[in-house]
């Protein structure tokens, strides 16, 4: 098999039209039409777990809520759910919320992010009687258009 040896100009050029580095930010990126564009990592999903009432952020998009036993000192708490103008989830976001109330249950209650305003909207069988304190599970918290969630 023959050995190829380029001259320096062939090799200045050749490093010359090197593709870049990707960003340094903790991010994996691919490539795509010339590109570096982010890439899903495979490590899973990411828990927050509840310690009382809580606003949904956007660390919880297409995560995991938890409420583990007695959180909210055992009680009750309530999960609030953003308006748009808040923080805008993207169509299609789903928060599992996964409740242990195997002993010292707490109540969870649902409720907009801007009350009195009519945004954003809640519908499902666990809007209005939330979820009682005798109740463990695994939810879905969807947002299916803007302003509007169901909940399962």
Not at 18 to 37: H, L, Q, V
């Amino acid at each position: 098999m023959p050995l190829t040896i380029y001259d320096k100009a062939k090799v200045d050029d050749l490093l010359s039209t090197k593709i870049d580095e990707a960003p340094i930010d903790g991010t994996t990126y691919g490539r795509k039409d010339g590109a570096w564009d982010p890439v899903a990592s495979g490590s899973g999903k990411s828990v927050y777990t509840l310690t009382g009432s809580y606003t949904l952020a956007s660390g919880d998009a297409n995560n995991i809520v938890y409420c583990p036993q007695g959180a909210g000192g055992g009680f009750g708490l309530t999960l609030t759910i953003p308006d748009d103008a808040t923080y805008s989830f993207p169509v299609g976001t789903i928060i599992t919320l996964c409740v242990d109330n195997s002993t010292s249950g707490t109540n969870i209650s649902f409720a907009q992010g801007n009350p009195g305003v009519p945004a954003p909207t809640l519908v499902g069988p666990i809007v209005g009687v939330g979820i009682g304190s005798s109740t463990s599970g695994h939810f879905f918290i969807t947002k299916v258009a803007a302003d509007l969630w169901i909940l399962s």
